[in-house]
């Protein structure tokens, strides 16, 4: 089991940059692929970022891609999701979320995918 706690969300210009955390618990926190999703009022949770349990792979979201960067530090225990240019569409809570497995026919931009999420860390844009 690995239990997740996200923090650095807050209140932001447009323009601007925040970094989030996502803090585990967990003996095999090293062994868990993270995912980085957010949820805006009224909409859908969608896909922000993935990073792979050894940290050599990631994947962006298209609309995310060359804004932010996601990575850990597995000594730690924790992942990051650097935010740069924020924009006022980008407010929304934001999630992290931990997988053991990759299933095969389930993406890893789906929530599906993962079995632990935390309770989610707000950052608002203004414009």
């Known amino acids: 089991q690995v239990q997740l706690v996200e923090s650095g969300g807050g209140l932001v210009q447009a323009g601007g940059s925040l970094r989030l955390s996502c803090a585990a618990s967990g003996r095999t926190f090293s062994s868990y692929d993270i995912g980085w999703f957010r949820q805006a009022p009224g909409k859908e949770r969608e896909f922000v970022a993935r990073?792979?349990?050894?940290?050599?792979?990631?994947l962006y979201a298209d609309s995310m891609k060359g804004r932010f960067t996601i990575s850990r530090d597995n000594a730690k225990n924790t992942v990051y999701l650097q935010m740069n240019s924020l924009k006022p569409e980008d407010t929304a809570v934001y999630y992290c979320?931990?997988?053991?497995?990759?299933?095969?026919?389930?993406?890893?931009?789906?929530?599906?995918?993962?079995?632990?999420w935390g309770q989610g860390t707000q950052v608002t844009v203004s414009s």
């Open positions: 979320a931990a997988t053991l497995r990759v299933v095969a026919g389930i993406p890893p931009t789906n929530t599906n995918a993962y079995e632990h």
């Open positions: 990073i792979r349990w050894s940290g050599g792979s990631t």
